[in-house]
């Protein structure tokens, strides 16, 4: 018997020893899987707290009366003129904006990658500069439009005296002004998503192209622009959700106009005469809460696709 155990011994520590090390690998793997959960549990529970938590609010408030009770009342001045006046605004100076901010904030993106070093002070100037811009909005960026072109304004004064032209004083309040204003962060921001997309294009493509008899209007035709296309497209769609979730910029330029979606939700919100407008105000957001998941829904499409050539 001894010998029997002792002829069958290594036998059993092969089988045990695959076991030990599968038992092993998975206690590891369940270690890793609760160690990423404890990471991101704080990024989760911020997301909670301050975007799914007001979404919820808002949804449900746009079906309540001001005694919680179900109706369908708030509604009603969605489809007023003023309401689809607002929103056609919106939508209007959110598509200029992103249009001026895409095509520009692209060709400079462009611009960086075949005049500039990637790891050289150009580029890196110019990133670090549109990380901080696309991040300045609000109140500090229109002060800083109006005290540069305003009525009494640095630029409007010294164009004044240099050329003896009198800047609009209303420029900053029109739609005009306000996509100027719009394009002072959307631009910077293209650069960042898009420039990337831009470094991805790789050299070898094009000398295969003119290898194999292509022309440059081939080459973008047919290899880079099908490639930069949905990029571009889903940068232009960040941008649009950027600029029509814009608020505090707006509201300083127009403190007493509710042209914008947004404005008119501040409106409805600080109206002390008629009670229903809280809730006309919650349908207001929730109609933008559904226009930008769509945009969303879209970019996510785009960027579906635009993986492929990753």
């Known amino acids: 018997m001894t010998a029997a155990i002792a002829q069958n011994g290594p036998a059993t520590a092969k089988v045990a020893g695959p076991s030990a090390n599968s038992s092993s690998s998975t206690l590891a793997r369940h270690r890793q899987e609760l160690g990423t959960i404890a990471v991101t549990l704080p990024f989760f529970a911020y997301t909670a707290c301050f975007l799914l938590a007001p979404t919820v609010i808002v949804i449900i408030g746009a079906f309540q009366t001001r005694d919680g009770g179900f109706t369908l009342a708030n509604f009603n001045k969605l489809f007023e003129a003023n309401t689809i006046s607002a929103f056609v605004t919106s939508i209007l100076v959110s598509i200029v904006s992103s249009v001026i901010g895409a095509v520009v904030g692209g060709l400079a993106s462009y611009a960086l990658v075949i005049g500039a070093k990637p790891n050289g002070l150009m580029r890196r100037l110019v990133s670090a500069i549109s990380s901080v811009l696309a991040q300045f909005g609000g109140v500090m960026l229109a002060f800083a439009f109006i005290a540069t072109i305003g009525i009494n304004g640095i630029g409007t004064m010294l164009i004044k005296q240099l050329t003896g032209l009198v800047v609009n004083p209303n420029w900053l309040s029109s739609l005009p002004g306000l996509v100027t204003v ?40 047919r290899v880079a622009l099908p490639i930069l296309a949905p990029r571009f497209i889903s940068a232009f769609l960040l941008l649009f959700a ?69």
Not at 187 to 198: D, K, Q, S, T, Y
Not at 258 to 282: C, T, Y
């Open 182 to 221: 719009y394009c002072y962060f959307q631009i910077p921001l293209m650069i960042i998503i898009f420039l990337p997309a831009v470094d991805s294009i790789r050299p070898q493509w094009r000398e295969a192209c003119e290898s194999l008899g292509g022309s440059t209007f081939q080459y973008w035709t």
């Open 242 to 310: 950027s600029a029509f979730s814009a608020y505090a910029t707006a509201a300083a330029l127009f403190s007493q106009r509710s042209i914008l979606v947004p404005l008119m939700i501040q409106g409805a919100m600080r109206n002390e005469m008629d009670p229903n407008q809280q809730g006309f105000a919650q349908v207001l957001a929730f109609a933008m809460i559904i226009v930008v998941a769509i945009v969303m829904l879209l970019s996510h499409a785009v960027e579906k696709r635009a993986g492929r050539w990753q």
